[in-house]
């Protein structure tokens, strides 16, 4: 039987003992909303983001697309796209996702199975709601090489090491020359400047030759 836990945020609930096929039901029904859902070994979550989360995922990627571009860098963003692995059991939706070693192998793919391709090189996490989930857990299991996590006005940079764990990096491994450190100092300044003028000064900052 399905159990529902209630959590202290009124955006945010689980429930227990669901099925991988009930767990396959709700993400057909729910479509294309803008929720998380989150699945590890019968325990869902699901997490409606905040405006906060949404300003800063959003703004994450931009600064991603405007490095990539000044680098002349090829990537592919599949967005809050669902990954999951039945023989795992364990499935989330990251806020952004990239493939950029692997850009060449998913180009013009518009559908992901993790049975035969390769997970993204570079999730985004912006944790500002505090999930209920072990979520760096479950991208351990999915075997994704990079995951960045946003926290109390923090970028961290986690890589997949041989030991299956993540590490804390002091720079990007799916973009080379890109500190958590500039992320953040960019990101904080959301609060004081307009976005237009944070993406011009972050382009000139990010052009080969400058610092990082």
Not at 39 to 50: A, H, I, K, Q, V
Not at 120 to 145: F, H, K, N, T, W
Not at 172 to 199: H, W, Y
Request: with cysteine.
């Amino acid at each position: 039987m399905t159990t529902i836990a209630p959590l202290p945020l009124a955006d945010r609930f689980v429930l227990h003992d669901v099925s991988w096929e009930g767990y396959e039901t709700i993400l057909r029904e729910l479509g294309d909303r803008h929720v998380f859902v989150t699945y590890d070994r019968g325990t869902l979550e699901f997490m409606s983001p905040s405006p906060k989360h949404g300003k800063v995922s959003s703004l994450i990627t931009r600064l991603i697309w405007a490095f990539t571009e000044e680098r002349g860098i090829a990537v592919a963003s599949y967005g809050m796209t669902t990954f999951r692995r039945e023989d795992v059991e364990k499935g989330l939706e990251p806020d952004d996702c990239f493939y950029i070693a692997n850009e060449p192998r998913m180009r013009g793919r518009d559908n992901i199975d993790l049975a035969t391709d390769p997970p993204p090189d570079l999730a985004i996490e912006v944790d500002v709601s505090r999930s209920a989930m072990d979520r760096q857990g479950i991208y351990e299991a999915l075997r994704v090489p990079e995951v960045w996590r946003w926290a109390d006005e923090r970028l961290t940079v986690f890589v997949l090491a041989t030991s299956g764990r993540y590490e804390v990096s002091a720079h990007s491994r799916a973009l080379p020359g890109l500190s958590p450190g500039g992320i953040e100092r960019f990101v904080r300044m959301r609060q004081s400047t307009d976005e237009l003028s944070l993406i011009r000064q972050f382009r000139a900052w990010a052009r080969p030759g400058d610092p990082t």
